[in-house]
């Protein structure tokens, strides 16, 4: 069985974000070792975990961006990009029920 952490995070513009401090911890530690981040109808408008995410990434990573529109898809991007996430930024063009139809996240989480 192979598992994928994930981390939902629906807030936007507050000073921290609400997880408990041994998670952190976990992400904190996990971190430097991600290669691949796939945001599924996010914005990455959270200041303190885009920080989070810019100080423990340790290397460039892959980003697959899946959004209702190219346009949402392309404003996280710029998101990350201000953040200093540096690595390939791909989008699912086509909305989250193709992502699922398609497959699409079988083939970025196997390469």
């Given at each position: 069985m192979v598992?994928?952490?994930?981390?939902?995070i629906?807030t936007?513009n507050?000073?921290?974000?609400?997880?408990?401090n041994?998670?952190?911890?976990?992400?904190?530690?996990?971190?430097?070792?991600?290669s691949?981040?796939?945001?599924?109808?996010?914005?990455?408008t959270?200041?303190p975990?885009?920080?989070v995410?810019?100080r423990?990434?340790?290397?460039?990573?892959q980003?697959?961006?899946?959004?209702?529109s190219?346009?949402n898809?392309?404003?996280l991007e710029?998101h990350?990009?201000?953040?200093?996430i540096a690595g390939?930024f791909?989008?699912?063009p086509?909305?989250?029920?193709?992502?699922?139809?398609?497959r699409?996240?079988?083939?970025?989480?196997?390469?």
């Open positions: 598992l994928f952490p994930a981390l939902a629906p936007e507050i000073r921290n974000f609400e997880c408990p041994d998670h952190v911890e976990v992400l904190r530690n996990f971190l430097p070792k991600v691949k981040i796939l945001g599924i109808g996010w914005r990455a959270e200041e975990f885009l920080q995410l810019t423990y990434l340790k290397q460039e990573v980003v697959f961006i899946v959004a209702e190219v346009e898809a392309r404003e710029g990350l990009r201000r953040a200093r390939t791909s989008i699912g086509r909305g989250f029920t193709e992502f699922i139809r398609q699409e996240a079988d083939a970025f989480l196997r390469t």
